[in-house]
């Protein structure tokens, strides 16, 4: 079960492991990169992130609640807010 409503994205877990994770809906594409912080970039198009212009980057703590945050904003991103 995905943690977004918007995205399919896995739970905290699967980041805590040690995992980035990176995914689209229509034009809209993201990556989370796990590493001291969790930071997510996003941007349109079809490219990779090595080839796409980044749009938007943010990061956050590398917890549930800093996860939570990261989902949320990630959500905001997508629709524009």
């Not at 990556?31 to 956050?60: D, Q, V």
Request: proline share 1%; charged share 30%; with cysteine.
């Amino acid at each position: 079960m995905s943690v977004s409503e918007i995205f399919e994205i896995p739970k905290f877990y699967y980041f805590e492991s040690g995992n980035d994770f990176s995914g689209s809906k229509d034009d809209f594409a993201y990556k989370i990169i796990n590493g001291e912080k969790l930071k997510c970039m996003t941007w349109h198009g079809r490219l990779c992130s090595m080839k796409a212009e980044i749009e938007h980057e943010a990061e956050f703590e590398n917890s549930q609640e800093g996860f939570d945050e990261l989902i949320k904003w990630l959500e905001a991103q997508y629709k524009g807010e």
